[in-house]
């Protein structure tokens, strides 16, 4: 498995990429006490390790009218039809997170909505119709009291697995 190692001025590149993905290399440069293609280099050995997969762009869903966030847990009638689930859940534009948990379900889902009314037809004519799918537990988020990036920590050293093999 390849391996790169992430040291101090890596970590500080991230904390100020995860605040701020669009911040100038320079200015991180600056704040690293290194040059703007110093930072360059590393970010793009960053991006090559898969440390970083990507920025993009975050639109708040309220701006949209998508005012109901629920999370829905899962449970399947045959765990082996997990693939194909997923892949039926994918093609749900309100659906915009799938995650496979431990526990007494299978999946755990975050779904955006414009209303109650919107987030019953999901549920009753979209999501409870997919094959394999036994029953779901819904729970509407009242408030979203923490919305935030991975919290880049600075440890003495620490090494990244790609999974990739060497």
Known sequence: MSKYHIDQTDQKILSF????ARMPFLEIARECGVSGAAIHQRVKRL???GVIT???????????????????????????K????????????EVVECHFVTGKYAL?????CFDNDHLME??????????????????????EAIDRQVWVKDYEN?????????
């Open 54 to 80: 990507g920025s993009r762009l975050l639109v708040k869903p309220q701006a949209l009218g998508l005012n109901i966030c629920a999370f829905m847990s899962i449970s399947l009638s045959e765990a082996d």
């Open 47 to 49: 991006e090559a390790a």
């Open 122 to 143: 999901v549920l009753l004519n979209t999501i409870q119709k997919i094959p394999y799918i036994l029953a779901t537990d819904t729970m509407i988020a009242l408030d």
């Open 82 to 93: 997990y693939n194909e689930v997923v892949e039926c859940l994918k093609k749900i534009p």
């Open 17 to 20: 990429l995860v605040k701020n």
């Open 158 to 166: 620490t090494t990244f697995s790609n999974g990739k093999e060497e």
């Open 108 to 112: 755990l889902v975050k779904i955006y």
